[in-house]
């Protein structure tokens, strides 16, 4: 990639995770639940943060700000274009571990896991009893005692999805979309 930067450290910004999913072709309500996946399975695996950015427990499940802003001017459903990518991720476990993510959460579009996401208790405790509907910025907090719950599969995997999406997702075309 030309005047594009390498990032070889092991702490990275959201922002230098998001350019590996867009290279898959996401819209920004999908790139944000892939975020949060790849955050929570990579501090499952590897007991440590893979970005230093704050999850917040918004309407339509996990967003990362930064992320957010960045993208926000993209109009809804949009996949975001590929002349957005910043950065290629040369660290082999983490290009691992997004591909891992890709190849479980890849197949859903941004509704479906939104709807994931909503079933997630990560999410839900951050939320606090928050009314669905009612904005909220309440950080996920992502440590030993708040994932303590989540387990990789018997082969130290990330387990696979087995459940059927419902709720937002059920609706045809980009509903909820434009609320992101």
Do not use: C
Request: cysteine-free; proline content about 2%; hydrophobic content about 40%.
């Amino acid at each position: 990639m030309s005047k594009q930067e390498i990032i070889e450290e092991k702490t990275m910004k959201a922002t230098d995770i998001s350019s590996f999913f867009i290279t898959k072709g996401v819209t920004p309500l999908k790139l944000q639940k892939l975020l949060f996946y790849s955050q929570v399975w990579y501090f499952i695996k590897h007991g440590k943060l893979l970005f230093d950015d704050e999850i917040e427990a918004w309407v339509l499940g996990p967003v990362v700000y930064n992320v957010w802003d960045k993208f926000r001017f993209i109009r809804r459903g949009d996949v975001i274009n590929r002349r957005h990518i910043q950065k290629e991720i040369t660290d082999s476990q983490v290009v691992n571990h997004l591909n891992e993510i890709w190849g479980i959460y890849g197949e859903y579009t941004g509704l479906e896991l939104v709807d994931l996401t909503h079933d997630e208790k990560l999410w839900i405790d951050a939320r606090g009893g928050i009314p669905d509907g009612q904005s909220s910025r309440a950080a996920i907090v992502i440590d030993d005692k708040t994932t303590a719950y989540l387990r990789l599969d018997g082969e130290g995997n990330i387990p696979q999805v087995d459940k059927k999406v419902k709720g937002i997702a059920e609706f045809s075309g980009n509903v909820g979309e434009e609320l992101f």
